[in-house]
């Protein structure tokens, strides 16, 4: 059995390192953990390597043969999946002007370039499952979860047939026009899930992985208290505690 997910001890480590770190005089109050971060201290807790590229995984454990993808955000603040730059983009977009099958197709290319990406990672890095490693903020606490995201028996992260597509209008702003995005709609809940960015920087951004998240007390989620004012140092008290 591979143990992608982390142990209730090893969860414990990670969360605790996180809050230790908020304590630091080096984020502002409320301010999103980082990445990187997060990355370190799971490679670090896990025995694991953090790659610094744009693979779809962002920690590996060879010896394993397993990876993980690392999410941070505040809980009000969508995913960003990745950038989805799918061939033939412009056609693609001129197609699902025209047509539900257009529409669909679109929906469909931009999922399977998900799906494919994380293929990548299992070949590249010979791993046997991928897992997500997600931490979410709120102003006062923080949560983090762990799920398994695919393997080598399962590689599809993403059903295509699970979503149907539509365009938003357009939105204009006394800055700049905000151009429409194309919305991924799950098709059993009619939540929106996904919202790509394709006629600018092609961010894909992820608001259904909210339906990830474990109730609290499952076993795959901790819950904790974000560091009180009063614990956190300041720059003097920093200096002296590692003078000491």
């Known amino acids: 059995m591979n143990n992608i997910i982390?142990?209730?001890?090893q969860m414990g480590l990670i969360c605790k390192a996180v809050k230790t770190c908020l304590r630091l005089p080096l984020f502002d109050r409320g301010a999103n953990v980082p990445g990187a971060l997060l990355?370190?201290?799971?490679?670090?807790?896990?025995?694991?390597?953090?790659?610094?590229?744009?693979?779809?995984?962002d920690v590996v454990k060879p010896e394993a043969r397993i990876?993980?993808?690392?999410?941070?955000?505040?809980?009000?603040?969508?995913?960003?999946?990745?950038?989805?730059?799918?061939?033939?983009?412009?056609e693609m977009i001129r197609r699902s002007e025209r047509s539900e099958e257009g529409l669909q197709s679109l929906g469909d290319a931009i999922l399977e370039f998900c799906n494919q990406h994380a293929r990548e990672s299992l070949e590249k890095y010979?791993?046997?499952?991928?897992?997500?490693?997600?931490?979410?903020?709120?102003?006062?606490?923080?949560?983090?979860?762990?799920?398994?995201?695919?393997?080598r028996v399962s590689d599809n992260i993403f059903n295509p047939a699970d979503f149907s597509w539509s365009w938003?209008?357009?939105?204009?702003?006394?800055?700049?026009?905000?151009?429409?995005?194309l919305h991924g709609t799950h098709r059993k809940t009619g939540?929106?899930?996904?919202?790509?960015?394709?006629?600018?920087?092609?961010?894909?951004?992820?608001?259904?992985?909210?339906?990830?998240?474990?109730?609290?007390?499952?076993?795959?989620?901790?819950?904790?208290?974000?560091?009180?004012e009063g614990q956190v140092l300041s720059l003097t008290q920093l200096a002296d505690l590692l003078d000491g």
């Open 168 to 181: 938003s209008k357009a939105k204009e702003t006394k800055v700049k026009e905000q151009l429409s995005a």
């Open 126 to 151: 010979q791993l046997d499952s991928i897992g997500l490693c997600r931490l979410v903020r709120s102003e006062k606490t923080l949560f983090y979860y762990e799920r398994e995201l695919c393997s």
């Open 6 to 9: 982390s142990t209730p001890n």
């Open 39 to 57: 990355e370190m201290v799971i490679g670090e807790v896990r025995g694991a390597r953090p790659l610094g590229t744009y693979d779809f995984v």
């Open 67 to 90: 990876g993980w993808q690392i999410k941070s955000t505040k809980a009000d603040t969508p995913v960003t999946w990745k950038r989805a730059k799918i061939p033939s983009r412009d």
């Open 191 to 228: 939540r929106k899930w996904f919202a790509w960015h394709g006629r600018g920087e092609n961010q894909l951004h992820f608001s259904g992985e909210s339906c990830w998240w474990p109730k609290p007390g499952d076993k795959t989620r901790v819950d904790f208290a974000a560091p009180s």
